[in-house]
Nanobody, 114 residues
Framework: QVQVEESGGGLVQAGGSLRLSCAASGSVFGFSRMGWYRQAPGKEREVVAE???????NYADSVKGRFTISRENAKNTMYLQMNSLKPEDTAVYYC????????WGQGIQVTVSS
């Protein structure tokens, strides 16, 4: 059974940094793609950044130049380094890990105060 767990969220002031981690386990196929999504109150879930097992990345325009996604394939672990945080980055952040199915974590709160 696949398990996906996020960690590293919390409260930070605008301009600060946070690093999110996502640990995925239980897949016999490995995870071809992993990604971070977020959902703010009253809004739809949106992609933040994605990364393939080969290291190809893509970012939402709103986070380019501020966020960096990375992963350690051997550990099935993914990270999101978030710098220059803004209040509009406040949301619940979700990890997605794709093997033969799409698997989601429970989400973790990130709050950026102004």
């Amino acid at each position: 059974q696949v398990q996906v767990e996020e960690s590293g969220g919390g409260l930070v002031q605008a301009g600060g940094s946070l690093r999110l981690s996502c640990a995925a386990s239980g897949s016999v196929f490995g995870f071809s793609r992993m990604g971070w999504y977020r959902q703010a109150p009253g809004k739809e879930r949106e992609v933040v950044a994605e990364i393939t097992s080969g290291g190809r990345t893509n970012y939402a325009d709103s986070v380019k130049g501020r966020f960096t996604i990375s992963r350690e394939n051997a550990k099935n672990t993914m990270y999101l380094q978030m710098n220059s945080l803004k209040p509009e980055d406040t949301a619940v952040y979700y990890c997605k890990a794709v093997d033969w199915a799409t698997n989601w974590g429970q989400g973790i709160q990130v709050t950026v105060s102004s």
